[in-house]
């Protein structure tokens, strides 16, 4: 079985993988959407934003679709493109989120209160985060599940709705991963940096693209232990554990993000 397995990677030419996530279609989580076709290239957009399209076997395709967490429940529909146009019709359902209460004191009180400066600072920032967020490039994603960059317990899962300093405020868009300043940190995937910065709110932090809109961030890192533009196997350490930007102590901060949606980066481990 395995000298057959080989040959078929060998004879099939570039490796690719395919991802087998159930369907999760509520806010933060994946839709995942079957159609058929015998295309060689299709593909699907939800909102104008291209979608992460895979290939199952023959003629069968899936498109992921990340959920915004605030998004409406109900009906919803991606466009598929191949020699012509059809539209594709999936429900988004309701999913439970858990609440957190968190207080900034003292010099942490900037990150509630920026000052114009910072301001300033936050809008520049806000554009390069945005622009990473959309990057979609045509490779393949490598491996069939993400891993846990750390192995370490959650602090704050994702999608929690936050209240802090006593006021509501927007939801978790990652999930935070316990850890000691100086402890490493690993890629989920196979990638390529696509950006790395020292931003107000999210400290020292690496993006990397996995493809077809799929990216991972890491943030908050003490020390950043990759090169723009490298090359990143899964597993390879990107960097150290820190508490850099709005931290209020040492803990990584990873999210992904599909079609420029943050979602739950659970739903990619396997067993999650
Ligand atoms: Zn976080």
Known sequence: ?????????????????????????FPGGIAVIDFLTSHSK?????????????????NQWQAFVGIPLLTELGEKEITVKTDSEQN??????????????????GDNNKYLNPNLSHQERIIKERKLL???????????????????????NISS?????????????????GIDLRGNIGESIKSAADGRVILIGDYFFNGKCVFIDHGQGLISAYMHMQKVLVD????????????TIGMTGKATGPHLHWSVYLNRTAINPALLLENN
């Open 1 to 25: 079985m395995k000298i057959i397995s080989i040959l078929f990677v060998v004879l099939s030419g570039p490796l690719f993988a395919n991802i087998a996530i159930p369907n999760n279609s």
């Open 42 to 58: 299709p593909q699907a957009f939800y909102n104008n934003v291209p979608l992460f399209v895979q290939k199952i076997r023959n």
């Open 88 to 105: 594709i019709k999936f429900n988004v359902k309701y999913h439970p989120y858990e609440q957190e209460s968190i207080n900034f004191v």
């Open 130 to 152: 945005a622009s990473a967020r959309k990057y979609f490039s045509s490779r393949a994603l490598s491996n069939s599940f993400f891993i846990k960059p750390i192995n370490n």
């Open 157 to 173: 899962k994702f999608g929690n709705r936050r209240v802090i300093n006593g006021k509501d405020s927007l939801p978790h868009t």
């Open 228 to 239: 723009y533009g490298q090359e990143i196997k899964q597993g390879e350490l990107l960097g």
